[in-house]
């Protein structure tokens, strides 16, 4: 079953907050199958197997999610990012500016998918590693 200190534990094996496969690879171990990161917060839910949910808590100061998504210039904040050229709060704020109201990594699909503030996919990117 996760908990959060489970989860947080699978966090602090980071490297640096550009450390996505370190998180995927410690979440998949927990049994986590999907996982939502809610750009206006940074507050998250994670979902297993057996149907339990953990709620983390706000983590990053309260941002306003523009109200057209812009899939192209997200998909360019992404790649930066991926190369490590901006840190994860640099990219949490162009996600909002670019209309992202939340992602979901689902581990059976090795997808991330960015929706807008009308749960609509604005991108769905392939899980590295």
């Known amino acids: 079953m996760i908990t959060k200190e489970n989860i947080q534990q699978a966090y602090a094996a980071m490297q640096s907050d550009n450390d996505f496969p370190t998180l ?24 297993d197997a057996e ?3 953990v709620q983390l808590d706000a983590k990053f100061p309260e941002q306003t999610i523009a109200p057209q998504a812009n899939a192209e210039q997200l998909y360019k904040d992404i790649k930066i990012h991926q190369q490590q050229e901006t840190d994860f709060p640099t990219f949490l704020q162009q996600a909002a500016a670019n209309g992202i109201a939340y992602w979901t ?16 996919e604005v991108l769905r990117e392939a899980l590295p590693g």
């Open 24 to 47: 995927v690879a410690k979440l998949i171990q927990l049994n986590v199958t999907e996982f939502s990161f809610f750009a206006h917060d940074g507050s998250e839910l994670f979902k």
């Open 51 to 53: 149907g339990n949910e």
């Open 105 to 120: 990594v689902v581990f059976s699909e090795k997808s991330c998918i960015y929706f807008d503030t009308q749960h609509s």
